[in-house]
């Protein structure tokens, strides 16, 4: 048995429970996680509000991001052996699997393609905080074939995916102008993750923003609003309105996988990428409904993490 968070039934926080469950067994091509520290999405409490259209098995565990150690492999495991630290986000779509075993436990079962071995410089800490964020960023950046010399303008710099999208307009993919938007409260932090020019959204409209780009990335569910910001030619992608725009591509839902963690490895490494840790976290394992209420806030400045696990 092992002690995790988990509901019974969708609702606000109050269904969170704090108990014992059983260890989960280990299919093949999967590896058994010892986690170390979990980070929180929104995707998380929205599943548990109301499943997005899932039909979940419970008791079902919170939580898709994770760093941890592996402890035991299954059946035709490759990539990774007993003592490995790794991290990733273990939260594929559960159509077809609707039990959700998720990260939010003493252990957790993850397929071994959705893992990367987590970078030597970063704390479990720092690496539960990025996968899901990171790998939603990388692909709003990738679904319109972003390159070096174009301009971004990323709305809501201060939250999970636009801290990270941030320094991936600038670090990864060198854009030419990086423009992002924030409350004032929050602008001189958002202006040292490195974009050109903060907007404070509560004193500027997007009609008063004078220029245009190539690609907005709206993390906030805005297209709405935002696509004027867009140049005549210029891409929209929105990650959080259903539906968006009618300019904008809207990632539904990313589909994890360690290859593109990989992928960032050299940058996670050189500290030109670096995870964005909200000021309250890391919280107390016993204190996974205050982290939610927290994100459910809807003002977190960065990730969420609970640690130690
Ligand atoms: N489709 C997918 O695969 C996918 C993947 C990841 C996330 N998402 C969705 O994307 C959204 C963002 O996720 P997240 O993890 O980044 O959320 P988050 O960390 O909870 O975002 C919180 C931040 O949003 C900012 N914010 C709120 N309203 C704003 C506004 N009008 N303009 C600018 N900033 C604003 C807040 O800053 P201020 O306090 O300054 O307002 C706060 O710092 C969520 O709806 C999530 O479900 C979708």
Redesign the pocket.
């Known amino acids: 048995m092992m002690k995790a968070w988990f509901y019974k039934e969708h609702g606000s926080v109050n269904v969170l429970q704090f108990g014992e469950i059983e260890v989960p067994s280990l299919g093949p091509g999967q590896v058994l996680i010892k986690v170390r520290a979990a980070a929180l ?3 998380d409490f ?1 599943l548990r509000q109301h499943g997005l259209r899932q039909n979940i098995a419970f008791p079902a565990v919170p939580g898709g991001d994770f760093a941890g150690v592996v402890v035991d492999v299954g059946d035709g495991v490759s990539k990774f052996e007993k003592g490995d630290e790794v991290y990733g986000d273990i939260l594929e779509s559960s159509e077809g699997n609707p039990r959700l075993l998720g990260t939010l436990a003493e252990y957790t079962a993850a397929a071994e393609h959705l893992l990367a071995l987590k970078p030597s410089n970063l704390s479990f800490e720092e690496a539960a905080s990025l996968p ?2 990171l790998l ?1 960023a990388l692909l709003a950046f990738d679904t319109v074939d972003f390159h070096k010399g174009q301009s971004v303008f990323i ?2 710099g ?5 801290s990270l999208a941030i320094q991936l307009a600038k670090n990864v993919f060198e854009a030419s102008r990086i423009v992002s ?3 004032t409260g ?1 602008a001189e932090f958002v202006k040292s993750l490195g974009p050109d020019l903060v907007v404070d ?1 509560t004193k500027q409209s997007y009609e008063q923003v004078d220029e245009k780009f190539d690609f907005v990335f709206d ?4 297209s709405s609003k935002s696509h004027v910001v867009a140049k005549e030619e210029g891409k929209i992608v929105d ?2 309105s259903f539906p968006p725009h009618p300019r904008a591509v809207n ?4 589909h994890p996988h360690g290859r593109n963690l990989e992928r960032l490895s050299e940058y996670l490494e050189s500290g030109k990428l670096k995870a964005v840790i909200d000021p309250k976290s890391p919280y107390a394992f016993s204190d996974v409904v205050e982290a939610f209420k927290h ?1 459910e806030s ?4 960065g990730k969420i993490v609970i640690s130690p696990i």
């Open positions: 999405n929104p995707v929205k899901l964020a939603t709305v809501g201060a939250g999970g995916v636009g938007t924030c409350s929050k959204y993390t906030i569910g805005e990650i959080a990632v539904r839902l990313m994100l809807g003002r977190a400045r």
